[in-house]
């Protein structure tokens, strides 16, 4: 008997197109992202993350039925283990570096193991850049956070928070911190202990006591908060883009290289110590992933003309390489995101896609590709980057919006 | 709520970043191919409200074993198998709870889903219940080689079985499944009829 293999094909299309619309593929994927990512945190053992702490406690009772001399031993073991943290109040793992948003349903807390919490308001975006044994680096990047650091061995903890151009210094206490990231204005109001103040266009670090205030922008001469600013400092006008380190820094700091920097997550201090270089003569001798990394740090941090440059210096010196296409994508969502220029923006992310057919990217670059050019008002090109997304990436996060597209 | 940092390279980097536990690789390994796995485990054993924790199990299995994997070129394929993989083991778990159906539309949150035309709805279900019938290994070639619509090359690897084995095997398929197929009128029709009700559905 004849095999009626082209029958059977045509039956399992239309099986196969009948259980893409009994489903949501995109729910689908959703609920189990995050799953996954919390198991993968967990598996790859994150320094100072959750699943060492469980190791802590095994330590700790094998210790305890011992001699007092091994609990010393476990003490010492304790106070030299770094700060661990988890976010909301579900506990969700986070390993430092990663974006973690405020809820437009309410405040998210993100608490740490020594006993010191942030809490996010609705509009804050900030990363955990690191910890030590004794505490905490936090980048603010932008809305208002509520900090309260445990009190417990004040003199000895080591917690900062980063703002923009400012730097808070914190020796135990509770403050609120808001920066808004498009205006570089800062604010802080200590509720208790005190915190020092210093950036670029301050003169000098300055503390803040408690009931007092501080707000400031290098945007602007001046922006006081009157009710309350019984101590303010008087900020220096500085140049957008000013190549100013903060104003506080250990000596040995300023000695450190922008590429130590970079690779110890201290993003802003290393586009400073570019900029101190020269940063079109770090251009000419970075290699291809530091200038990836640089101009990815000059973007975070508003440098938007220097990011340019990193990447258009990499292209021209690494034309060929993969690199040179991740460049081009960065430069079409600088193009998008920060310049709203869309023409611009619609030919690097075909650049990308030209040199890069299968990379990584692809995807993305399809998807943006379309919703630059509809926004660059190229309706036909649009349309048919709609139609090649679709056929490729059916579920895929710009999926809806290429049916609407299509739908037109 | 939690972004992890973008991860850029590409991927053999991706590779790289995984083994090396980079958490912005494995949010861009599972956006890369969250999507064809999802195909695959959907083909294997119909809508099913389990698929998502499915999803989870294939990769977190590739992540165990991504430290085998030799060849990036081979990713696509390698993750089609573990999802067959785990999509056998979950049919065989639930021929041992017997008091589980393979297909189960009405345990989906309807919130959650289209609304499909009643005739593609009871289709589909006549489809995994005849599947349902068929032996394991001949029900993944049928649903490999026509409902993902893979070559047979492909499908052979992903069933982790030689060419010839996959040939007998969705041979026997074919005929197991018209026969079953012709005891269902919903089936027949829809057979006979080719795509009648996907024209249907458009017009």
């Known amino acids: 008997m004849e095999r009626p293999e082209a029958k059977l094909a045509e039956f399992g299309t239309a099986v196969r197109e009948a259980l893409a619309t009994e489903s949501s593929s995109a729910e689908e994927i959703r609920l189990a992202r995050a799953g996954f990512l919390d198991h993968f945190a967990a598996r790859s053992g994150t320094r100072g993350g959750w699943a060492s702490l469980a190791s802590a406690r095994r330590w700790r009772i094998l210790l305890l039925a011992g001699a007092a001399a091994a609990g010393a031993v476990l003490l010492w073991t304790w106070t030299a283990r770094p700060v661990t943290f988890q976010v909301g109040t579900s506990g969700a793992l986070v390993q430092t570096g990663d974006l973690v948003n405020g809820a437009p349903q309410g405040l998210v807390p993100l608490r740490f193991s020594e006993g010191s919490s942030v809490i996010l308001h609705e509009d804050a975006r900030l990363r955990v850049l690191a910890t030590d044994t004794k505490g905490a680096r936090l980048l603010i990047e932008d809305g208002t956070v509520d900090a309260s650091i445990a009190s417990a061995r004040i003199g000895k903890k080591h917690w900062s928070f980063e703002a923009g151009p400012f730097q808070v210094l914190v020796t135990g206490t509770r403050f609120t911190l808001s920066y808004q990231a498009k205006d570089q204005s800062f604010g802080l109001a200590t509720h208790e202990g005190q915190v020092v103040v210093s950036g670029a266009c301050l003169s000098a670090p300055t503390p803040v006591a408690a009931g007092n205030r501080l707000d400031l922008t290098c945007l602007a001469r001046r922006t006081p908060a009157p009710q309350t600013a019984s101590l303010m400092a008087l900020p220096v006008p500085a140049r957008e883009g000013s190549a100013s380190p903060p104003a506080v820094g250990k000596p040995a700091r300023s000695a450190q290289t922008w590429r130590e920097l970079l690779a110890a997550g201290r993003l802003q201090e290393a586009v400073h110590a570019a900029e101190r270089s020269d940063f079109d003569r770090v251009c000419q001798t970075a290699s291809a992933k530091d200038l990836l990394a640089l101009a990815d740090a000059a973007r975070l941090f508003t440098r938007v003309s220097k990011a340019v440059t990193a990447l258009r210096v990499l292209r021209q010196r690494f034309p060929a390489s993969a690199e040179a296409s991740t460049a081009a994508f960065a430069l079409g969502r600088i193009a998008y995101e920060q310049k709203r220029a869309y023409p611009e923006a619609v030919d690097w992310f075909a650049t990308y896609l030209r040199e890069q057919p299968s990379g990584p990217l692809h995807g993305d670059g399809v998807g943006r590709l379309m919703e630059a050019r509809l926004r660059a008002g190229d309706q036909s090109g649009a349309h048919f980057d709609a139609e090649q997304y679709l056929r490729r990436f059916p579920e895929g996060p710009y999926a809806s919006e290429a049916r609407g597209i299509l739908a037109k | ?203």
């Open chain 2, 1 to 203: 709520m939690l972004t992890p940092l973008t991860f850029i390279g590409d991927e053999q980097a991706l590779l790289q970043a995984l083994r090396a536990g980079h958490p912005g690789a494995a949010a861009a390994f599972y956006d890369q191919h969250a999507a064809h796995v999802t195909r695959t485990l959907r083909s294997a054993l119909g809508a099913d409200e389990e698929i998502p924790d499915l999803l989870q199990e294939v990769f977190i299995r590739a992540i165990d074993g991504i430290g085998k994997l030799r060849e990036i070129d081979r990713i696509g394929g390698w993750l089609t198998s573990i999802a067959i993989f785990v999509a056998r083991a979950r049919i065989r778990l639930r021929a041992r709870r017997s008091w589980l159906r393979t297909f189960s539309p009405e345990q989906v949150d309807p919130a959650h889903q289209e609304q499909p035309s009643s005739e593609a709805r009871a289709a589909l279900r006549e489809v995994y219940a005849v599947l349902g019938q068929l032996p394991i290994d001949e029900r993944m070639a049928f649903a490999l080689r026509y409902i993902e619509g893979m070559t047979l090359p492909d499908a052979a690897e992903a069933c982790e079985t030689s060419l010839a084995t996959l040939k007998r095997r969705l041979s026997r398929a074919e005929k197991q499944f018209l026969e079953a197929a012709s005891q269902r009128p919903v089936l027949e029709h829809w057979l006979e009829e080719g795509t009648r009700w996907n024209v249907q559905k458009r017009s």
